[in-house]
């Protein structure tokens, strides 16, 4: 196509989808990282840094990770994962209101973990820390795509 603002009206009209199952399946289609992993990998980065400062408690708590993965689970939730496009068309509305709903579950266990920084409450916040990794383990094994060798 030679015009590029063809190109672009083109580009523009082919984005016009449904917002709760908008498709932005980046990484199937070579482009950039898919929104969802880029999220994912702050909130891992942020909630490491936590447990790092919980192995042995010392100075301030680390409120700025606390609050950088509750941002990155707010963003992840603005998009549908990839595997709503394995779904039945039927389904689909219905599969992302239930990431959502599980993002929601996640973030209150964040703001939790978040009371227990800021209380000094290191051995609840170990607690709650550690049930996060339920939570990513169910979260994972019904919204992420599996990897083959899996
Ligand atoms: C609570 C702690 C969690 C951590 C630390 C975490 C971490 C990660 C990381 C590092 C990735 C990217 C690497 C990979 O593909 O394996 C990822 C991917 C993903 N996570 Fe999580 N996760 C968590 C919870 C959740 C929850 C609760 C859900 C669903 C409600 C979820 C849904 C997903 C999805 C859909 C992907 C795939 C993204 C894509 O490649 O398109 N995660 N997560």
């Known amino acids: 196509m030679k015009n590029p603002l063809l190109l672009l009206s083109f580009a523009a009209l082919t984005a016009v989808s449904c917002p709760l199952v908008a498709q932005d399946d980046g990484e199937a289609t070579g482009r950039a990282k898919p929104p969802i992993k880029v999220e994912m990998e702050k909130l891992d980065e942020a909630l490491e840094a936590i447990e790092a400062f919980l192995e042995e408690p010392a100075g301030e708590p680390p409120l700025a990770p606390a609050a950088a993965a509750q941002q990155a689970l707010q963003a992840a939730k603005q998009h549908a994962p ?14 992302v209101v239930a990431y959502r709903l599980m993002v929601n579950d996640t973030m209150r266990r964040l703001v939790d973990l978040e009371d227990a920084l800021l209380q000094q409450d290191w051995a609840k916040a170990k607690t709650v820390a550690a049930s996060l990794g339920q939570l990513k383990k169910e979260g994972h094994d019904r919204f992420k795509k599996r990897r083959r060798t899996e």
């Open 82 to 95: 990839r595997t709503t496009w394995q779904q039945p068309e039927a389904e689909r509305a219905a599969f």
